[in-house]
């Protein structure tokens, strides 16, 4: 069984053996695990019969769980499999909607259009919505249907008859996972034993390498929250961490250095957001808004009263990526200017080929203080221009941690150079991190411009990194307009 539901699966099973009798559990197909066409077929009978709704409310649980376990048994290749059945087979009765949209259009007063309407609505309610529901209604049906959106997240890549199905189960659980039902626990540690465990495991931004680290992450002048649902009572969804300092922090490992002494809370003055991680692959793509951030922040300020600054320290991980792309656009006779130079300029003190695969993936090059200083500021300005690249088809900026701190109200503030040393900073960003700053005053307005003209908004220092960078590019430009001119001419003028 796939690792992802070591938390959950037994969980639900467990919830279900109250449902399911030694019939019940008689009734199971013997399949094989990967649902070969032949197996289909069975499985396809048992959606029929859940769908029927024959029997009362306890025979309707019955078959949904039936139907449920056996999905937990299958192969991954069988669990596509059962999902394309789905899909295959149960459809909205399109001539059942026409006949319905033809009645609405001919009634005549308020109360049949309300009764035609209401009864339109039931029938475009497909049987792969209906069959969701069901599994919604069990013991722990909604983090089976949570982790159930998880494989169609993988499988439908590949099989495009699945994105149907996933905005179907996406616009259900946008509706149950409304943010009124979430609740706030902090983490300490004395919680108990398990919830560390899925703390670490889950940990998705800075890796817990063992239980003194997490132990450090959880000292007097930490904060670790976690949020929950009602219907996953024992199911962390986000962990957020927070360390509470003096100043703004730039470097994570100093951040997390356990032999850095500690600080009495009340002596900080900054909260500095360093690990927000999501635990349910299947709630991907589902907002909870600034509310997490706003929750944190009000319990924070509750309980430390000096706490005047709330910054994010994080990782910008796709940049190395985007500079790859960039690097492409200048062997294709794009000039690119001081960073190409600078290129150079490293590889030759690394005595490595001049290109950014070959320089950045030098061990250990950050620790060379004259490659460094020659890759610092060209770095620095292209990081800058990555945070306001926008996307071709809603302007979004490219990097999804950016994308999440902006639409959450906050301000790119600063850009730090090796604040992430980590094997994984270097090769997912070169070293670089980025505080996100959340001024309260401001933040309302700022959720306001980003989602209505994805205006972003940054501190001066932010701006002018971009403007040295569009300098640079308006000089070359110009260069190349004079050196074109001069060939036209069979003179060059002085710039």
């Known amino acids: 069984m796939n690792s992802r539901f070591n938390f959950g699966w037994d969980h639900i099973l467990r919830a ?12 199971l197909p013997k399949v094989n695990a990967d649902l070969p066409a032949a197996d289909s077929e069975r499985v396809k009978l048992l959606m029929e019969e859940c769908l029927a709704g024959r029997g009362g409310e306890v025979s309707a649980r019955q078959r949904a769980a039936i139907l449920g376990e056996l999905y937990l048994t299958l192969s991954e290749t069988g669990r596509r499999n059962f999902l394309e059945t789905l899909v295959d087979n149960f459809c909205v009765d399109r001539e059942q909607v026409k006949t319905t949209a033809r009645q609405l259009l001919e009634t005549t007063d308020d109360k049949s259009f309300q009764h ?41 890549t590949s099989q495009p008859k699945l994105v149907a199905l996933d905005r179907d189960l996406k616009a259900l659980l946008a509706t149950w996972f409304d943010v009124g ?38 000292e007097s002048d930490r904060r670790c929250y976690a949020f929950f649902h009602p219907g996953m009572a024992e199911e962390p969804l986000i962990f957020i961490e927070v360390a509470l300092v003096e100043g703004l922090a730039t ?26 991680s999501n635990t349910q692959q299947g709630l991907q793509g589902i907002s909870f808004g600034p509310f997490l951030i706003k929750q944190v922040v009000t319990s924070l300020r509750q309980q430390l009263p000096n706490l005047k600054t709330f910054s994010t320290l994080s990782p910008l991980p796709g940049f190395r990526r985007w500079l790859t792309s960039y690097f492409e656009a200048a062997a294709n006779g794009e ?47 292209l990081c800058a221009r990555y945070l306001y690249e926008p996307r071709d088809n809603d302007q979004a900026p490219l990097d999804p941690v950016a994308r999440f701190h902006l639409g959450n109200g906050a301000r790119i503030e600063r850009i730090n150079w090796l604040g992430d040393s980590s094997a994984k900073g270097m090769q997912e960003s070169c070293g670089l991190m980025v505080n996100y700053l959340y001024q309260l005053k401001d933040i309302e307005k700022n959720i306001e411009s ?23 590019h308006g000089q070359l430009t110009r260069l190349r307009r004079l050196l074109s001119r001069g060939r036209t001419n069979g003179s060059v003028g002085a710039a």
């Open 16 to 27: 279900w053996s109250g449902i399911l009798g030694s019939d019940d559990l008689n009734r």
């Open 116 to 156: 035609v309407a209401s009864r339109m609505r039931e029938t475009l309610i497909s049987p792969p919505q209906q069959l969701l529901r069901q599994f919604n209604a069990l013991p722990e049906g909604i983090k089976f249907l949570v982790d159930l959106r998880a494989d169609l997240l993988a499988f439908r």
């Open 181 to 218: 039902f979430l609740s706030i626990k902090r983490i300490t540690w004395q919680s108990p034993a398990a919830l560390l465990e899925k703390l670490m495991a889950y940990e998705a931004v800075h890796a817990i390498s063992s239980w003194t680290d997490l132990h450090n992450r959880l």
């Open 251 to 276: 470097n994570i490992q100093e951040l997390l250095d356990e032999s850095a002494p500690l600080i009495a809370p009340e002596e900080a003055d900054t909260a500095i957001f360093y690990s927000i």
């Open 335 to 381: 000039e690119q200017g001081a960073i190409t130079q600078a290129l150079s300029e490293a590889a030759t003190l690394l005595n490595v080929a001049a290109d950014p695969e070959a320089v950045f993936s030098a061990p250990q090059w950050q620790e060379n203080p004259l490659v460094a200083a020659v890759l610092k500021e060209p770095l620095l300005s």
């Open 450 to 472: 980003y989602a209505t003209s994805k205006a972003i908004a940054a501190s001066s220092q932010v701006r002018n990194l971009l403007r040295d960078d569009e300098e640079e």
